[in-house]
T-cell receptor, first 116, second 112 residues
């Protein structure tokens, strides 16, 4: 069964360092989401791509976060510099969502980030 | 923009009883309403979804109902089992941008 791949699974970094996360969505999925989830809370959308274009990045802290999906396939989320408050689970999800209306969003296993 | 409210935040039910979780949404243009289950330490997974052209959908012990006039939808779990213990999230979306707006989640506890 096709899955959304994310790496790394776990990352520990010192504050002020740079960190990057990678996501490979299910093949053919046009929409890709990056979420941040703090323990005990719901997913918070950071950025949404439709193919290679950003659809929504209104909640992305653009002074330190950046995201790209250059060829409309895999995506990278970067934080520079990392702050203690960035410690969270970073989830990537993808959905087919191309001219067919909304469809199921499939989540990757996530990257657990700890900033020390 | 769209806002989704979810209640209750925690729900404790006896094994075998039914559980109901409710969500309300603000944007009448929303037309897709999925429910996700997230077990501790795991990723959210879709358990059922409903589109605005139907009022109810069932899948074994799980059902979702939608009231477009009142702008609310509910998840119903019957004959609850220990493996139903998890956090459940509702979401709402419009077809125009595929953006998912999430509820805050409900922690469901099944008491033996």
């Amino acid at each position: 069964e096709a899955e959304v791949a994310q790496s790394p699974r776990y990352k520990i970094t010192e504050k002020s360092q740079a960190v990057a996360f990678w996501c490979d969505p299910i093949s053919g999925h046009a929409t890709l989401y990056w979420y941040r989830q703090i323990l005990g809370q719901g997913p918070e959308l950071l950025v949404q791509f439709q193919d290679e274009s950003v659809v929504d990045d209104s909640q992305l802290p653009k002074d330190r976060f950046s995201a790209e999906r250059l060829k409309g396939v895999d995506s990278t989320l970067k934080i520079q510099p990392a702050e203690l408050g960035d410690s969270a689970m970073y989830l990537c999800a993808s959905s087919l969502a191309r001219g067919t209306g909304n469809t199921e969003a499939f989540f990757g296993q996530g990257t657990r980030l700890t900033v020390v | 923009g769209e806002n989704v409210e979810q209640h209750p935040s925690t729900l404790s039910v006896q094994e075998g009883d039914s559980a109901v979780i409710k969500c309300t949404y603000s944007d009448s243009a929303s037309n897709y309403f999925p429910w996700y289950k997230q077990e501790l330490g795991k990723r959210p997974q879709l358990i059922i979804d409903i589109r605005s052209n139907v009022g109810e959908k069932k899948d074994q012990r799980i059902a979702v109902t939608l009231n477009k006039t009142a702008k609310h939808f509910s998840l119903h779990i019957t004959e609850t089992q220990p493996e139903d213990s998890a956090v459940y999230f509702c979401a709402a979306s419009k077809g125009s941008n595929y953006q998912l707006i999430w509820g805050a989640g409900t922690k469901l506890i099944i008491k033996p």
